[in-house]
Nanobody, 119 residues
């Protein structure tokens, strides 16, 4: 049974930073490509950052490139997303799951973590 637990969201002013964490259980996730997705109200989730199973490759959506950094700690099955220079349009619920390079997400999503960027 795959379980994904996201944390680290909150309210931050424009220009601020947050670090999101995702604890993943499930034997295959530690070697899978993993990604962070975000979802606006009433919209589908979209992948914003991905990291390869080895951790050597990363990929970002243009909207977050240069501001967000994805990383992983394979020994602890944890994936992180550092969010810097936050903008109001980054306000969304953020989720982690398998993703990137054509890797489909697993069906069981976590609860997500809310990021709100507002002055």
């Amino acid at each position: 049974q795959v379980q994904l637990v996201e944390s680290g969201g909150g309210l931050v002013q424009p220009g601020g930073s947050l670090r999101l964490s995702c604890a993943a259980s499930g034997s295959t996730l530690s070697i899978n490509n993993m990604g962070w997705y975000r979802q606006y109200p009433g919209k589908q989730r979209k992948l914003v950052a991905a990291i390869s199973g080895s951790g050597r490759l990363t990929n970002y959506a243009d909207s977050v490139k240069g501001r967000f950094t994805i990383s992983r700690y394979r020994a602890k099955n944890t994936v992180y997303l550092q969010l810097n220079s936050l903008k109001p349009e980054d306000t969304a619920v953020y989720y982690c799951n398998r993703g990137g390079w054509g890797t489909p997400p697993v069906a069981s999503w976590g609860q997500g973590t809310q990021v709100t960027v507002s002055s």
